[in-house]
């Protein structure tokens, strides 16, 4: 669907709601109705605050039937390729793309026309929309989409080290928390064996024309039990990807948690590639978004929260993933207003009082500085690249004119020796090309990451101070009810009385809760806020040795090559 | 016989042609000058002069215009380079291409060969203006010459229709070709070699940024981790800063060996080029000298004779002169070629072996890191 200039998404969303008339937990599928915007790294957990919004103000009623319940795979028929025969693709390092079986899709066919945007940088507004999604279907309400049901964790941290149960202490000051956990989970950071690889390999692309996509081979290999084997794979599209970020998102339970943004759609990208995969630039698209989607899983196994996840152990297990459909979060909604709501959020901090609050409020700071200068860095390691692809250009001309130059050269030994000059100068620009290259993987996308990923961390940051406005507003509906309790008693009227009694007490329940909440939500920033530092120093630190590998390997080769044409100079006489 | 040798022993240079530097420039304002020094011949020291670009081309322009030197539009006379230009348009830049880069050194290194073209030339050094550029200490008289067969103008209005002339002589015939492709290509590679070192150029700047640009992620702090993210950052710009100077060697290396060989070797081919035209042209007057004579009625026939005689006499000392320059060119060219592709063979490995020490270097020490 071709929206751009719209001014209301029509697109299908799948929403889990509760339905107000019934309190029970719905699925439908609805028109997300929101102005058709992008902001690709959104931080997690922005998405609730604006479907509330947009739901309280539409009133409209759900459909009574609902079509959440597409995953049964007889959709669509697989000769199932993906067993790797064989094949080990852990056997080096390096996931180089393999010679795989050719496999069919991921689902069933359907239309995943991207619509036109511009490439867009992290967390800046503009007129993008993309529509994964197929038919229209009927006017639906956006209603509030809520957390994943199905708790599994229970809200308390289920560590992958599951010896010592390191679920959250009893005490209940803010202070003596933090006490004890900072230094358990500092003992919990050091040991850091994660028993999970994954790789994302073998980009193909799937169907014809504007239905094409691309179907990654997503590999794992671990000894964890929680897993069905050792050794598995399975075929995902980059919406799947995408949908798995949503559904983590929204949960409740990792709220707090820093979960790794995947890589932004785009839709110039996937357009180019729909045309044709053969073209250079469509191979770099499509290999940065594969490398990228790798360092995505990645990061998600590494982590102790979200390895145990069941939807991630789906994503990584299932063979057939239900279509996301909801990826319209990651483009949708007013988004300006999430941004306003976001900054209203912190301004709020500023009126608590709590003694924990300046590590808040000084990492806040921190992330945001930091944020601006990995852009500057990514601003000039851009130009580097883009100077060094000029280079092999360049290059190559040049030793084109060698070429010529060389062959109208009467004097033999002249002759030859320029045209081993070209040649030495063609195996120049393909240095040329590797370092370029490096400098990019290596470089400008680890840049990027950490961007979005610092995206992330301030998306953390936000909802503590979420569930802190939940907590506060909480307590002043408590007030509220009580007011209206004395009153009551005042009017006389003994059976209105006991409903109010009733709220009360759920509603003290409820500041309990939410103060619970937000006091296992701060030690989890802090926790994850810890962990993101020592991960940055140590990625940082492993690429940078890794790009100098590869000058040195470069270098080595380029002395070979003077070494080789050194003879030929010599030998014009 | 005595006067001859009389004069070319009063015209013969008294510096060592092979010694003559020009080992500064001046700037003031716009001006530049040149300082040029030579070793004297009788080996009591040295001449020290200073020179502007007009004052140069006061010199070819006396070479150019040489009267009673037999067969002198046969020569290949010594390219100078364009006038430089304080701030040079864009324009100017692309017409001085490796002659504008790094602080007009490669500019001096190009009026240095000029000037030792010139005096080792046997026709050219023998010219008393020779000697007086490089060894009288006021600046040479700068009055335009009026009377100039080189003057460029006419030869572009009158002449571009001579350039096809067909050729009597298989020599000259198949030198004309070859020099009209060789010209064309060279000057292609030298431009083509420009790009690639303007672009070099540019990617030293972005690592110096890049450089730079860490630094200002470098935090004062007692975190640990941020303060190993710090170490981090210091050692990158480390590296940085090591790729930066790798690559700015490298670009000076281009410019300084093969840069200045293409473009020395192109500006030849377009001297010989030049020449070869003047000797197209002189064939053209030749044969209509021949027709002249055939058809002139017996008036005028004695004095049409004369005319086709000194014509015939001038052409066969052109081509003498311009055989003889052709077969050096040629000869020095490929020596020239060999001599700078070897210089610029060694430097670039010798960079491309301190480059790999210095990344191993960085390698270690960020292993090493904890």
Not at chain 2, 14 to 20: A, C, D, E, F, N
Not at chain 2, 39 to 53: A, F, I, N, P
Request: some cysteine; proline content about 4%; aromatic content about 8%.
């Amino acid at each position: 669907m071709r929206l751009g200039f719209f001014t209301q998404c029509y697109c299908t969303v799948e929403i889990s709601h509760r339905c107000l008339r019934t309190q029970e937990w719905r699925t439908s599928r609805g028109r997300c109705s929101r102005p058709p915007f992008l902001i690709p790294s959104l931080p997690p957990g922005t998405l609730s605050l604006t479907t509330r919004a947009m739901a309280s103000s539409s009133d409209r009623n759900p459909p009574p039937f609902s079509v959440s319940e597409q995953s049964e795979p007889g959709l669509s028929d697989m000769a199932d390729g993906d067993s790797d025969d064989g094949e080990d693709i852990f056997v080096s390092n390096s996931f180089q793309n393999h010679p795989a079986s050719v496999s069919r899709g991921v689902s069933q066919p359907e239309v995943a026309a991207d619509l036109f945007s511009e490439e867009a940088a992290a967390a800046k507004p503009n007129g993008v929309h993309s529509d994964d999604d197929d038919d229209d279907d009927d006017d639906d309400l956006f209603a509030e989409a809520q957390a994943d049901l199905s708790s599994d964790t229970s809200g308390s941290s289920a560590r992958k080290d599951l010896s010592t149960s390191s679920g959250l202490p009893s005490a209940r000051s803010p202070a003596d928390l933090l006490h004890t956990s900072l230094e358990q989970l500092e003992e919990e950071e050091a040991k850091d064996s994660f028993d999970v690889d994954v790789a994302v390999t073998n980009p193909e692309k799937v169907g014809d024309g504007m239905n094409a996509y691309v179907a990654y081979k997503v590999s794992t290999r671990t000894s964890l039990p929680m897993f069905k084997s050792k050794v598995f794979t399975a075929r995902r599209r980059f919406s799947d990807f995408l949908g798995l970020y949503e559904k983590l998102s929204a949960k409740q339970s990792l709220h707090g948690c820093i979960i790794p943004p995947p890589p932004e759609k785009s839709v110039v990208g996937m357009t180019k590639v729909k045309v044709g995969m053969d073209d250079p630039s469509s191979v770099e698209f499509v290999e940065k978004r594969r490398a990228a989607l790798e360092r995505y899983l990645q990061r998600i196994v590494s982590h102790p929260l979200l390895l145990q996840d069941p939807d991630v152990r789906e994503f990584l297990e299932r063979e057939d993933l239900p279509r996301a459909v909801n990826t319209q979060a990651l483009s949708g909604a007013g988004f300006l207003k999430m941004i306003n709501r976001a900054s209203d959020a912190v301004s709020k901090m500023t009126i608590k009082m709590n003694e924990s609050d300046s590590w808040f409020e000084d990492k806040f700071q921190e992330v945001d500085m930091e944020e601006q200068q990995l852009r500057k860095l990514q601003a000039v390691v851009d130009s580097l690249v883009n100077h060094r692809k000029e280079l092999c250009v360049n290059t190559a001309v040049f030793a084109k004119s060698i070429a010529m130059l060389g062959n109208s050269e009467d004097n033999t030994a002249l002759s030859r020796a320029l045209s081993q000059l070209a040649e030495v100068e063609d195996k120049m620009e393909q240095l040329h090309q590797e370092q370029a290259g490096s400098d990019f993987f290596i470089f400008a996308e680890l840049l990027a990451d950490y961007i979005r990923l610092l995206g992330a961390v301030r998306g953390c940051f936000d909802q503590r101070v979420r569930a802190w406005q939940r907590w506060q507003e909480a307590q002043s509906t408590l007030q509220k009810k009580r007011e209206a309790e004395a009153k009551l008693l005042w009017a006389n009227k003994p059976d209105k009385l006991q409903q109010a009694k009733e709220e009360i007490t759920e509603w003290e329940t409820k500041v309990t809760q939410y103060e619970r909440d937000f006091d296992r939500i701060g030690m989890t920033v802090r926790k994850e806020v810890l962990r993101f530092e020592k991960q940055k120093a140590k990625d940082f630190k492993s690429q940078i040795i890794k790009y100098l590998e590869a000058m040195l390997q470069s270098q080595q080769r380029l002395i070979k090559f003077w070494e080789a044409f050194q003879p030929e100079a010599k030998a014009i006489a | 016989m005595m006067q001859e040798e009389a004069n070319e022993a009063t015209s013969v240079l008294s510096v060592y042609g092979h010694t003559i530097k020009v080992t500064e420039v001046l700037q003031d304002g716009d001006t530049l000058t040149f300082i040029i020094v030579s070793q004297k011949l009788s080996g009591t020291g040295e001449y020290h002069v200073d020179r502007t670009y007009e004052d140069f081309e006061w010199l070819q322009q006396h070479l150019y215009a040489q009267e009673d030197v037999p067969g002198l539009q046969g020569v290949i006379f010594p390219p100078l380079p364009v006038r430089p230009q304080v701030n040079a348009s864009a324009k100017v830049m692309k017409q001085l291409g490796f002659l504008g880069l790094g602080e007009w050194q490669p500019y001096c290194k190009a009026l240095e060969t000029f000037l030792r073209q010139v005096a080792a030339h046997s026709i050219l050094r023998k010219n008393k203006t020779v000697e007086v550029f490089l060894t009288s200490t006021d600046p040479p008289g700068r009055q335009k010459l009026r009377r100039n067969i080189f003057n460029r103008l006419s030869q572009a209005v009158e002449g571009l229709w001579k350039e096809g002339h067909k050729d009597v002589d298989e020599f000259f015939h198949t030198e004309r070709d070859h020099n009209l492709v060789l010209t064309g290509h060279t000057r292609t590679a030298a431009e083509k070699f420009l790009d690639v070192v303007l672009t070099e150029q540019k990617i030293a700047v972005a690592c110096g940024h890049f450089a730079a640009a860490l630094h200002i992620c470098v935090e004062n702090g007692e975190d640990p981790e941020k303060k190993a993210f710090s170490r981090v950052c210091v050692k990158l710009s480390e590296v940085f800063d090591s790729i930066k100077k790798n690559m700015t060697s490298i670009a000076v290396n281009d410019m300084n060996t093969l840069g200045l060989a293409l473009d020395l070797d192109s500006r030849y081919l377009e001297a010989e080029k030049e020449m070869l035209f003047r000797r197209t042209c002189k064939l053209v007057e030749l044969e209509n000298a021949r027709k002249n004579a055939e058809r002139a009625k017996p008036v005028k026939k004695n004095a049409m004779e004369e005319v086709k005689k000194a014509a015939e006499g001038e052409f066969e000392q052109i081509c003498k002169v311009a055989k003889q320059e052709i077969v050096q060119l040629n000869q020095e060219r490929v020596e020239m070629l060999q001599k700078n592709l070897i210089q610029w063979c060694e430097q670039q490995l010798q960079t491309a072996k301190e480059g790999a020490d210095a990344y191993n270097q960085h390698l270690q020490a960020f292993i090493a890191m904890a």
